[in-house]
């Protein structure tokens, strides 16, 4: 099988994978190829709208495993194919120098046993950075199960790695892949965690030290596959940002390929609004500086799917508005439905100046739509909000998509 | 109301600065080339002194220091129709006023400023992102680019550190210069007689390296494939991605 197959076959099997970013490592060039921006880049967006950063393949999609979810389960019957760590190497370096990716993304099945697997892939990443003196960016898959002197070693030369957790409950996991458990998953990541602990102090030496996936560590949760509730997926999540300093947990909606497999629901599309929902959550969590049983709790398991969170959160909260733009503190000009972390820290910048007018809000790309129900500054009174009634905000911001399927408008279009 | 005319350039820009505090005369206007002058304005038409353009760039960066130089450089590579006015402010608040503006977003014309000079960076950042190299017969790896705005200098820096081993040559199709690295220094070029298509850049077969067209023919097999079907999305892509780079994209050509 010539390099051409290979990489369509082990692209289309790692395209479930959502994650893509490659920021957060800075690597100078050091007279080889390639640096690392600590911004990210994107070089392509794909057909389905994501952004295309790295060369994500799968070193192999053979794998002795059988996880219901997953195209590349043992019983599928499918085309299968492995690179050698060469081929990769060639291949990355090719598209790299042609300005088309920024690194690589590296995963795999599970071929004849972890160790074995995590061997092959921490070859090729060595391979890259002592053979060819490659700094671009390089995001690996540690393999559940492989020795931890593997996924130590490899760790020395990658930006990040990263485990899937994918099932967001470990009963349900057990239940769609009884050969794994939580612990196989979360053991390696401790290790990681661990490793860069231990690596942190010696970097603050003069002179160079090594790193240790030094852009941190991602996951991935497959969302719509089981029945575990946003409550449920973000607590985890949650969990994970503050124990193991995951720097990203990645939503991915479960797409229907195992159609065979009765354990699994028959979704006839991906839960994208609802996917979709997670991310802004995840948001709030990470840059609004809200926790998660401030998005959902066990009297609101599930989010929304016609309002987003944010906006949901005020209007279970009347209490802590109308939010007065010339003294708020950031904490709290981070709640109002309508500024961002940007604009917070430009209203908060300008206010020193002067007062801040909605002319001027507006121009801080704050949307004015749907703040100023939520705040007074100089023109928009001191008036105790009136407009404040949470049953018709509701109504007013339900996202349009939304609307337009319900059956209600349906029929004023028609009569 | 005294409207300065430069050249279009930066140094002419700056001569113009140094014309209006020499003379002392607000209220006072710096207009492009392309700018026809109203009929009962009064227009002096300003050479391009280098000397005097240094003086006034010193002063900039003595009164307002280097970050500002550099933000008064990336706004006016933007080209827009009214820059001049916007730098002028914030060069009469520092020069007059002794206030360095730039950072104060409740001004309005700071606010502008900042987001032209925003624009101008994105466009640098979309070369980083969209620029594509094919490999020639003789070893070079060339790229060619349009930009809207004139950014191409301000991407070298970053093509140099990542491509530091591999000898390029990117070439403005629009502007019709370039710039050429032989795996040591970066110089500036144009091309009489190009071989590569006018309107896209790409080359002729015969000017490609043995294998390039295998390796755009695995890029573009990578990129349908690592779509997922079942959620097609041409709009969001197309908003990311602007139709305009198309043109030069290996995967969209
Ligand atoms: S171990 Fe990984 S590749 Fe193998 S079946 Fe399970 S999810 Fe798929």
Redesign the pocket.
Known sequence: MDKIEKLKILASAAKYDVSCATSGSQRESTGGLGSAVSAGICHSFADDGRCISLLKV?FT?H?????A??????NNDIPRAAFTPEELVDITINFYRRNYIEGLFLS???MRNPDYTMARLTKVVKDLRLVHRFNGYIHLKAI?GADDALIREAGLYVDRMSV?I?IPSEENLKYL?PE?DYNSVLQPMHLINEAQQEYLPVRRNSKPAPKFVPAGQSTQLIIGATPDSDNQVLRLASNLYTENRLKRVYYSGYIHTNTSDSRLPALVAPPLKRENRLYQADWLMRFYEFRVDEIVDDTHPDLDLELDPKLAYALRHPEIFPVDIQKANLHTLLRVPGIGPKSARLILSARRYGNVSSYLLKKMGVVMKRARFFITCRELGGRKAPDYQPDHLRMMFLDKSARKLTPDTVQLKLF | MINYQYDGTFPGFLSAVFEIWDRGRFPARIVPPEVAPGLFEETIEVKTADDRAGRVWKGIAKAGGKQLCQRLMHVFLSRESGVEDLMLFILRQLFDNKKNVAGDLSVEEVLRFTQMERKVLREVHRLYMFLRFEQTADGTWFAPVSPKYDVLPMTLNHFESRFSDQSWLIYDTVRKYGYYYDAKVVEEITIDNPAFDKETGSLPLEAQSADEQQWQQMWRSYFKHIAIKERANPRLQRQFMPKRFWKHLTEKR
Do not use: F, H, T, W
């Open positions: 799968l999609n794998c002795i495993y059988d996880c979810y997953c195209a590349n389960r043992r795999s099945g599970v559940p899937n994918e892949a794994k």
